[in-house]
Structures are given as structure tokens and as C-alpha cells.
């Protein structure tokens, strides 16, 4: 059946239309007549967190957080992003500790815990535009972190206890961004970064042997003019030894940029 000759031409108008918008990054102004891209550095945000492990009951909430990004359009011009998670699991934890008081318990030591999240340092990429089109940055660049790993659970009836991969990392590797104008008022950034785990701050493993863990972090954060954001992290640990632990942490935001 073929569309009415009405319906088509609105169709292309509005295709027409929606492209008309989508010029340049320059283009990506507020009321004020900053532009968004570039001028929008500070980030605060309402979180959900999720983690899931292998050996370990799996735990999610709410909490809050706060990040940077700085942004440029020109080919080779560096691009970054910086983000601590572990104030916002701070939050979190003191959320859960009063819940505990207030239920009488104030320990975890009768059950299985697990942490997978950042350290002192935070997490950092530092990117490169190899790639600057009017409506889209291609950047390769390098991702430094640092990760707080591991869990603590009974197995084979044995008192809880440590098990690897299990410690304080230090991490870097590769990192990819590439980032798409929707329109005026939209675009989008979406990011792989690969951690491998370079130093062991703190020596406690159960196995001096056990091979360091790497970490995959994919995501995507969809940006406004209006100052507002949102998006969604998913941090996978990559467990080279025997143990073969599957922990992933998903990071799911929505907040405000100034």
C-alpha cells in the first residue's frame, strides 16, 4: 500500500526538518549564549547502583555523586573525564549502616560482602579527536583508575574469608569515545575504556600468584542544552585466574551539568 501523497511530504519535512538542526557543536548554545558543549564542565547527579558477583549476594541503591568533563571540537584537541565513585558508595554505605543500627545490627561480619568500585584516586580518560566532524568527534585515548576489588564469602564450609581476585588496583589502558549531534539541543557520547590492573597497592591476597583483574567499562550519556543528562555505566571485572569471578557493577544516572 503506498502512503498518501500528504503523509510523505510531511515525512520528508519533518526528516528535513529534524536535520536542519543538527549543523555543528558550535551550534549547541543556552539562553545565555554559552555553548553547552564546551562551557558545561560540572556535573551532579541522582544514581542507581547495581552489583552483582559470583559468590556474593548481589546489592543495589540510590545515592549521589558529582563529576567532570571538559570538551573541545577541534581535530587533536583533548577531551577528558573525571569521576570518583566512591563518594557516592560512601553515601550509599552510610545509608545502609544506619538501616543496620536502626534494624540492631551494625556488622556485616555474619554475611557475604562485596565491594567493586573506585579507590582514593577516581576514575580518569583523557581522549584525543582524531576524527572532528561538524557532527561527530572520534577520540582514542587513555583511561587511569583506580579499583577497590573483591569479596569475602564461606566456601566449602570454611570460615568467611578473602578471596582473589581481592585488593587495592591501580589501572590504566586504551579508551574510545565517540560522540554524535543529534540536534540543537541534543548529543550523544558513548565510551569503551579498557583497565588493566598494573599494581596491587595492598598485598593480601589469598594467592601471591593469582593473576591481577582487568576491567571493561562500557557506556553512553545522552546531553541537553537544558543543562540536564543521563546515562548509563556498566563496569565488567575480567578475572583471569581460577576463581573466575563475573562481578559487574551498572551505573545508571540522570542529573544536571553546569
Not at 576524527?131 to 569475602?152: C, E, H, N, Q
Not at 588493566?196 to 593473576?211: E, F, G, M, R, T
Request: some cysteine; hydrophobic content about 35%; glycine content about 8%.
Amino acid at each position: 500500500m503506498k502512503p498518501k501523497p500528504r503523509l510523505s511530504i510531511l515525512i520528508v519535512l519533518l526528516l528535513c526538518g529534524f536535520n536542519s538542526f543538527a549543523q555543528s557543536f558550535e551550534d549547541l548554545e543556552r539562553k545565555n549564549g554559552d555553548n553547552a558543549f564546551t562551557e558545561d564542565w560540572f556535573k551532579v547527579m541522582a544514581r542507581y547502583t547495581s552489583a552483582k558477583s559470583t559468590y556474593t549476594p548481589n546489592y543495589s541503591g540510590g545515592t549521589v555523586n558529582v563529576a567532570f568533563r571538559w570538551d573541545k571540537t577541534e581535530k587533536w584537541d583533548i577531551r577528558s573525564r573525571y569521576e570518583n565513585p566512591s563518594l557516592g558508595d560512601f553515601i550509599y554505605a552510610l545509608v545502609n549502616l544506619s538501616k543496620q543500627i536502626s534494624n540492631g545490627r551494625s556488622t556485616k561480619d555474619d554475611y557475604d560482602d562485596h565491594a567493586h568500585g573506585g579507590g582514593i584516586l577516581g576514575w580518569a580518560q583523557f581522549y584525543a579527536n582524531a576524527v572532528a566532524k561538524d557532527k561527530l568527534l572520534i577520540s582514542p585515548g587513555i583511561t587511569m583508575d583506580d579499583y577497590m576489588f573483591g569479596s569475602r564469602y564461606q566456601k566449602n564450609n570454611q570460615n568467611k574469608a578473602k578471596h582473589d581476585p581481592y585488593g587495592y588496583y591501580l589501572a590504566a589502558g586504551p579508551a574510545f569515545m565517540a560522540t554524535y549531534l543529534v540536534n540543537k539541543k541534543l548529543w550523544i557520547d558513548g565510551y569503551v575504556n579498557y583497565d588493566i590492573a598494573l599494581v596491587k597497592v595492598k598485598n593480601d591476597s589469598v594467592d601471591p600468584k593469582y593473576p591481577k583483574p582487568s576491567f571493561l567499562t562500557v557506556g553512553a550519556d545522552l546531553n541537553t542544552v537544558y543543562q540536564f543528562f543521563g546515562g548509563f555505566r556498566i563496569n565488567q571485572v575480567i578475572d583471569g585466574g581460577y576463581n573466575k569471578d563475573k562481578s559487574s557493577r551498572l551505573d545508571i544516572s540522570v542529573g544536571m551539568c553546569f
